[in-house]
């Protein structure tokens, strides 16, 4: 038994605009909240017509609204976007209104093209390069309120001031966050599903270097995995075409919504397009319950996550709620481990 989570992204395909997925999104997680999946959280991508939401905290406020149990967070909201102030008014406000239900994941990446980039962050300031762990330590002294002497923002507030911070989770795919998750003893959450580092070496890394915080007294570690199941593998294969079809074009340059089965099956794959599919198969779990737990359960057992994340973009919605709940049956009664 494994505790289960989802990873969302709101997916848009060319049968369903952006304004339906965003209530797609609201129904899946009623759906895994009742089947006993512990954490729900949403990604932060701009620009991108596979993905209908760019805003994560909107998404969280309407979700945690409409669930009982699940908690509710970004995966992530991508730091380097925002103010950190905003980032911290708006997620104590979540757990104001949420208390205990609310988690607050961490990217460095912009989640997008450079000009989009630009666009969000022209107007916050002009600096250049990489500014997460400066924008990180601005967001926790929001929290802590540890300000040198003499600094302006000691004569700020973060309202609603009498509302913490919710638990504070790095996410990352290579060994960079799982140094810095550890260092500085926050949760850790791992993007299997796009990386090239090693799943293995990421998490056990985080976990043997992990220092004891306020934040967090011991390490958790999410594997996020992208997966279709169903009934039987070859179902499952259908369901996994559009994705497949999907990451080539991206690949490629080509952002677009994601394609049906039917489109994926008729495509005409040449040999080296058959070979990238099969590259980027390495970070796709598909097929029957079994089948996919057997393929799961050497990096499980070798990186030992506290927690098993996973993100099903599939073209048929009511597909996408069955294979979470197959494998909601497959790992066990996820019920009991969020108890």
Do not use: C
Not at 29 to 53: C, F, M, P, T
Not at 124 to 132: A, I, K, T
Not at 148 to 177: E, F, K
Not at 180 to 208: E, K, P, W
């Amino acid at each position: 038994m494994i505790p289960l989570s989802v990873l969302d992204l709101s997916v848009v395909t060319t049968g369903t605009r952006p304004a339906h997925a965003l209530r797609n999104s609201i129904d899946l997680a009623r759906h895994v909240d009742e089947l006993g999946y512990v954490r729900y959280w949403l990604a932060e991508h701009h620009n991108l017509a596979s993905v209908a939401s760019p805003a994560p905290d909107l998404m969280i406020g309407q979700i945690a609204a409409v669930t009982n149990n699940i908690r509710v967070g970004s995966g992530g909201v991508m730091l380097p976007n925002h103010a950190p102030l905003v980032v911290a008014e708006r997620f104590k406000m979540l757990e104001a209104l949420f208390p205990g239900r609310i988690d607050l994941g961490l990217g460095r990446a912009p989640g997008t093209d450079g000009a989009t980039a630009h666009a969000l962050r022209s107007r916050l300031d002009r600096r250049e390069g990489d500014d997460f762990l400066e924008r990180l330590s601005e967001l926790v002294l929001w929290e802590t309120r540890d300000f040198p002497a003499g600094h302006p923002y000691n004569n700020v507030v973060a309202m609603p001031d009498d509302t913490p911070l919710p638990p504070i989770w790095l996410l990352g795919s290579s060994d960079y966050s799982s140094e810095l998750a550890a260092q500085v003893g926050m949760g850790f959450a791992f993007a299997h599903h796009f990386a090239s580092y090693d799943a293995i070496a990421a998490m056990t890394n985080y976990r043997s270097h992990f220092k004891p915080s306020g934040w967090r007294q011991t390490p958790h570690g999410i594997l996020a995995i992208a997966a279709v199941a169903a009934e039987t593998d070859a179902e499952a294969e259908k369901l996994a075409s559009s994705m497949d079809l999907n990451r080539l074009r991206r690949d490629r340059g080509q952002y677009l919504p994601l394609p049906s089965v039917e489109e994926a099956l008729a495509y005409n794959y040449t040999d080296s397009e058959r070979a990238s599919v099969a590259r980027n198969r390495s970070r796709l779990f598909v097929g029957s319950p079994a089948t996919i737990v057997a393929k799961l359960q050497p990096m499980i057992t070798a990186s030992q996550p506290d927690e098993l994340m996973i993100i099903t973009a599939v073209y048929d919605h009511d597909a996408r709620k069955k294979s979470y709940s197959l494998l909601a049956e497959a790992f066990g009664p996820s019920k009991k481990a969020a108890a």
